[in-house]
């Protein structure tokens, strides 16, 4: 299996655009979280699927960033409009159960200017 | 509700010495508990899990840790760090039923030459 893969891995863009973040998870894993990491706050969980079912969104920081899941194969995380406080790294992580090991993507490190 | 605590936030080690990085929890349920470990500009792997038994959990790269219910603690150990162990180490907790994992803040290990 290739794992988790997130895409792109590096994202410059500008304030007020609109950013998509891509994650593919583990085939068989019923579970996906999106995480954001920086320097200040650490490691915080943005949402979390299962089953394609967005079951706890209480992570998103604002009414700019959605999460969608279309598929079991298929994620994004969406910030619109962009600002530079946003940038971060972003992971995306998938598991067989939420109290279970995560496998984690390679992330995306996005930088708003 | 469940919580972990790393104290320390860097911990220096020359190469080849012992090293030790603490973590604590609290959970008002059965403990599930991981280590996982991340290097420069990758995702988090994890690196070895308790899940129930043996309180002496071998992981990958020679690390191990003990759960110690009565002290809730959860210590990563290595007898011998090498260069190559240098990262970033996050402690992490999940309960019983669904609940999602809880990570720590880190611990960033500097082996030094």
């Known amino acids: 299996d290739a794992g988790v893969i997130q895409s792109p891995r590096h994202e410059v863009t500008e304030m007020g655009q609109e950013v998509t973040l891509r994650c593919k998870p583990i085939s068989g894993h019923d579970y996906l979280f999106w995480y954001r990491q920086t320097m200040m706050r650490g490691l915080e969980l943005l949402i979390y699927f299962n089953n394609n079912v967005p079951i706890d969104d209480s992570g998103m920081p604002e009414d700019r960033f959605s999460a969608k899941m279309p598929n079991a194969s298929f994620s994004t995380l969406k910030i619109q409009p962009s600002e530079p406080r946003d940038s971060a790294v972003y992971f995306c992580?998938?598991?067989?159960?939420?109290?279970?090991?995560?496998?984690f993507g390679s992330g995306t490190r996005l930088t708003v200017v | 509700a469940q919580s972990v605590t790393q104290l320390d936030s860097q911990v220096p080690v020359f190469e080849e010495a012992p090293v030790e990085l603490r973590c604590n929890y609290s959970s008002s349920v059965s403990v599930y508990l991981f280590w996982y470990v991340q290097y420069p500009n990758q995702g988090l792997q994890l690196l070895l899990k308790y899940l129930s038994g043996s309180t002496l959990v071998k992981g990958i790269n020679g690390f191990e840790a003990e759960f110690n219910k009565s002290q809730t603690s959860f210590h990563l150990r290595k007898p011998s760090v090498h260069i190559s162990d240098t990262a970033e180490y996050f402690c992490a907790v999940s309960g019983g039923g669904y609940q999602k994992v809880t990570f720590g803040t880190g611990t960033k290990l500097q082996v030094i030459p």
């Open positions: 992580a998938s598991s067989t159960a939420p109290n279970y090991g995560y496998t």
